[in-house]
């Protein structure tokens, strides 16, 4: 399209410049001069132009080679008279150039700028549009003080048009920010801008007043002159048109938005919870159809494995739940398959295993303990070596990430991204401010009160004077971009400090002026701040370090909500002030030092000024670069009580909760406090052995690794426990068996279980060590080899303490203080105690859990459940907010808080250019660059277009460009100068250097390679002033890799990597960051692909890579792959434990599929949890996840290993007896020792304990407890694992062999009242079945 209109345009442009030079290159018979000559010069230095009313008089040689560069059209033919003399020539060029420095790169402008300038100065018929004013008598002749220049409001505006869009690239601000004055470009139109042109009072560099006056016909004897003006997308003087970023009439058409992506809605209704929904109903429909309408056939015998088996079967006849039919002792049973005799095998061996080495162990109490101890202390001594990573990086991104490896990148080339040091101060209490000014009456915000803006200044100055007395000041740690060696070293006034005073040079003088304007009104601080705010480019602006404040970061809250940054932002509006306080920052760590030191006086300094000197009308927050970690090492210990009362209550039920009361006298007997202490110690010498293990390896540890794994270890070690003991209180010890022979049969009875529920969670962990991200890799292994040490210590060192406690028990002596014995004598050895807990399990809760109508109502309560748990999960949200990551009293929560309140602008973002483009090739300049001769797509105009589309691609700001200001800056004769003893460097404000002799060649009038490698270094080490103010060294000065790598021209620098630097729209939310990086990745792929593209049609083999930075990424790159990454590791865990389950189980698909079932619906259930509970999915909560599972694991396979071995009648009988014996167990194991412990971890100060451990522990331990106890054994009933046929053969040769007797499998009485006990209790249940 703009090419279209270039063509169409073309003959035109030929003509009007035609007639041009006929109308001003040629004297005219009417027209004469009206000045020639300088009398005198202004205060400035700037000449004044003598009166002089005669005919053009002819121009030396020279004046017509400065003019023949910006007016061709005077320098026509031989004879040259103009009304300028050689002197004013030069005096013209000097002045034009300045105006070149910003509007060069934008050749159409420049040349339509250029022809009044041409005409206003040397046109031999000035006095046909040029009225004079006022003069003034100097020695030399009247001098023209003051004059009208007469301009068609066409040439006007088309000028305008076609300059208003031009950028400066070192700053991402446009020229007329600068060329408008106080307007700045946001406010500025054709009419202002001419107006500061000729403003001799407001522009320095105007030598007496010139009055442009735009008018469309003659206006008494003056006819505006007809200058030719063409649109910004046109071509002129055979070069090129301007470029995208500086004429939008120039950019390509962008392809068409994609679509949003709209949410999954079906009929106006979610469309996941609308499928879950139906699947729910048509479930639940065909289970009760199932139950209530189908039975099992006649001939089903339910617990035998059989191919055709079914709990449910539509047949005519018989019961649900029918018992089998009693098979006498020689009755056959249909022969075994493979797997079932590997099974029956495996549970025998493992059985067998146990028993020997159980006894083994009780026998020699005392020797496995002390081999215990040395193991515990040769490991545990490797916690000497731990290192505990408290870097926020280190933690949460993998080393080999590409986020971290780009930071790296990032560090090494450029050093890291400043040290920021912020205060927000906002008002309290104060009202608006009313300003009245000739154009009508301005509302400022509360924090322009002047009172409120002096004690802003006040605190500014004491954070400036931190330091001064010993020598640590600012000026030592500072970012002073200005300073150079040529400088001397940086003071404090040189460091930079974004804030509002720096409109005023931190001068309160200037900030107290006040004069009113010709209506009467007053104009003060107010006035300037408006002024300044619309241009901080304004020399009159600019803050002491010499560089602009720009007015989104100095201010805060002027936004109102859904509005976006924009350059007609009503700063004015602002409710806080923000001082922000540049730091250096190294990738060398050791350099950072002081920097940190001064950060500490920074907070302790405002901590102090908060307490005792803050006025009533002042708010403030504040933060250092080092404020985070300091306040996360604080969190850590300020919890440390929190998780100690935690642990010591779980600690106290753990040692109460294991003995029994039988009677009072016996109490102190009969209780297991010294056991169950030694459990604890066990499960915290498990935690040590596996600190210590990895400290001599080298992983290093996290403060979640400390807080959490024990918690984890707890809630398994000490559910091994309670069931080893229980079983053991309600297993009699046998005639002729000794306690080890005792101890050593309830192991065997236990150990599988205790094996396959340790061995399950270890893989889980060790396989979730998989993982990426450091933390989670680093939990994980820990607690795997935790649960494992925990493990091998509790089948050998507490089944020594467990001997030890019952040989104590036994001879009648007190616990804990075990060297004195009870006054009763009484022997309770062979007494069986199920306790009340067991008791309650037996007697009540499981006959009324299983009853039809109870287990059908479960199963449907559940199925709903999860399928609500499914239809909200996709709609958890990621992330982690930061303000949850700091405790409630910490001053950086504050701040976070504010930060969201009231920060306008975005965080910077670079793209960065890596190796091997050769940059003093015309072709790679073309790739990069923005202006004119640069290609169409190239990496300037594609990051100028994202900022056109801040809403998609989060790019608020265009980049900036070294590559555009240096070329601009080599084709001005004052910018580049060298020492002429040793041609280095030498700034270009020293005159006494020599001027750089840059070859510009081609069309692009660009350097040749040669200049390119020898003044590229020149460039970033000029700093600007007015006169250079494309000079590099502010802006780039660390923007820019290149090396001296010639040897035969060690003067000549090869370019290495930079960068291009943008600005992020504001963030605010986590969902922002991380769609950020993901936009900022999808555009920097383009620029990879369009680098290489162009670079292979070169024929080139160079690859190069475009990547984007910015200092969050490395923090939220994690949520792009949250699901994929939580999907992972959860599928990882639970395929660990369906394996483990599976063989340890002896080859059982069922239990295997069983176990796995209950579990996923557990984690699933949980993230409905943190849909409803506001939990957000990020790395802390994977890692309870994670952990969710391994919890899960206990809930589940004790529960299914005691029904596998269960050898009663049918599924119902078979899941009754497993709830029987494990329920009360696994209910006291872990919900109540867990329960007690979360309640207290909701009164700490850490945020992410309330959050992250209070609300889903509670959830893991409650979901945990319902579904392991209600809705497994319901599940069991239905679907459970059939009875192996081999182990029931193996139970009936062993009845047949030594008659009623307990087994691995099923424990009957030898008594025959316990034989008619569970006679009856079978009977029962089938009645209470059928009822």
Known sequence: MASTLHLHLLPLALLAAAAFSLQIGLASSEGHCIWYGECSKNALGKGRNCVYNGPAKPLEPEGQEILREFCPELVQGNDVRTCCSLNQTKEFSSNIKIAANFLKRCPTCMDNFAHHLCAMTCSPHQSDFIEVVKTEPSPNGDAITSMNVYLTKKYMVGVFDSCKQVQMPSTGQFAMDIMCGSWGASRCTADRWFEYLGDAKENLYVPFQITYKGVDGPVGNYTPVKLPVFPCSVSVNNGTACSCLDCEASCPVPPPKPPAPAPFVVAGLDGYALIMLLVFILGSLLFLGGVFCCTPSANNTVGIASDTEQELSCAPTGGIDQPDRVESEDSPLPPSTLLERLGANTESKLEEFFKWWGTFCAERPWLVLFFGLCVVTALGHGIKYMKVTTDPVELWASPNSRARLERQYFDSHFEPFYRTEMAIIKAVGLPDIVHNTSSGPITFGPVFNKTFMKTVFDLQEKIKAIGQSDGTGLEHVCFAPLTSPFSGPPQTESCVIQSVWGYYQDDMEIFDESEEDPLGFEINYLDHFKACSQNPYNPNCLAPYGGPVDPAVALGGFLQPGEVLSKEANYEKATAIILTFIVNNYHNKTKTAPAMEWEKKFIDLLKNWTKTEMPPYMDIAFTSERSIEDELYRESQSDVMTILVSYIIMFAYIAISLGQLNSCSRLLIDSKITLGLGGVFIVLASVACSVGLFGFIGLPATLIIIEVIPFLVLAVGVDNIFILVQTHQREARRANETVAEHIGRTLGQVGPSMLLTSVSESCCFFLGGLSDMPAVRAFALYAGMALLIDFLLQITSFVSLLALDTLRQNSNRYDIFCCMRGDKRETAVDDVSDGMLFKFFKSIYAPFLMTKTVRAGVMVVFFGWLCSSIAVAPHIEIGLDQELSMPHDSHVLKYFKDLKSYLNIGPPVYFVVGEGLDYSQTESQNLLCGGQYCNSDSVSTQLYLASQSGAETYIGRPSSSWIDDFMDWSSIDECCRYFPNNSSFCPHSDRNCSKCEIVLTGKENRPNATGFQMYTPFFLQDNPDSS??????????????????????????????????????????????????????????????????????????????????????????????????????????????????????????FSSLVVVITITMIVVNIGGLMYWWNITLNAVSLVNLVMAVGIAVEFCSHLVHSFSVSVEGTRLLRATDALTKMGSSVFSGITLTKFGGIIVLGFAKSQIFQVFYFRMYLGIVLFGAAHGLIFLPVLLSYIGSPMNREKLANHKRAMSLKGVQETSLTRVSIEEQEDTYYNRRHNKLLTLVDN
Not at 1057 to 1074: I, M
């Open 1028 to 1149: 250079c103010a494309k000079a590099g060294h502010a802006a780039y000065g660390q923007g820019v890799n290149y090396d001296y790598k010639d040897r035969k021209n060690p003067k000549l620098a090869t370019i290495g990597a930079s960068y291009f630097n943008a600005f992020h729209t504001v963030l605010k939310t986590s969902q922002d960051y991380y769609e950020a990086l993901r936009a900022a990745r999808k555009i920097s792929a383009n620029l990879t692909e369009m680098i290489n593209t162009n670079l292979r049609k070169q024929g080139k083999n160079e690859t190069v890579t475009v990547f984007p930075y910015s200092v969050f990424y490395v923090f939220y790159e994690q949520y792009l792959t949250m699901w994929p990454d939580t999907l992972k590791s959860m599928g990882i865990s639970v395929l660990a434990i369906f394996v483990v389950t599976f063989l340890l189980m002896g080859f059982d698909t």
